[in-house]
């Protein structure tokens, strides 16, 4: 029974050593963040769940980073290096049209640096 509890407290030390480490990784700033939102009419918005969200070297269109957005539209990158990106939106496998402003101008690509100094918040994104 002694040799049971021993264990038992090694285990609970290890497991609450890795929710530790998750918890202090999760609280990380990131280094660029934002939201997509999917445009439903000329004055209606929804947010734009589960599409991919590719930041791409500006010279060649390589991905470079990759991440998802939530069920809100949210996403963040963390851990990129400082330097000029494009932002692709993709869903359903082909690249969304941004709205730049205007209704009725759109284009494919966002352009943004990131400075390493802090994190950058992107304006928000809106597709069609």
């Known amino acids: 029974m002694r040799y049971i509890k021993k264990h038992y407290f090694l285990?609970?030390?290890v497991l609450s050593?890795?929710?530790s480490i998750n918890g202090e990784a999760s609280?990380?700033?990131?280094a660029l963040y934002g939201y997509v939102r999917l445009a439903t009419s000329p004055q209606g918005y929804v947010p734009l769940g589960d599409a991919v969200v590719e930041l791409l070297s500006p010279d060649s269109d390589k991905i470079i980073y990759k991440t998802y957005t939530d069920s809100?539209?949210?996403y963040a990158f963390y851990g990129v290096s400082p330097g000029e990106y494009d932002i692709r939106i993709v869903f359903g496998g082909k690249p969304m049209e941004q709205l730049t402003g205007q209704i009725g101008n759109?284009?494919?690509k966002l352009r943004v640096t990131i400075s390493g100094q802090k994190a950058v918040k992107v304006p928000e994104?809106?597709?069609k």
């Open 11 to 13: 285990l609970l030390f």
């Open 17 to 19: 050593l890795i929710v």
């Open 27 to 30: 609280g990380r700033t990131p």
């Open 72 to 74: 809100r539209g949210n």
């Open 106 to 108: 759109f284009r494919k």
């Open 125 to 127: 994104i809106t597709v």
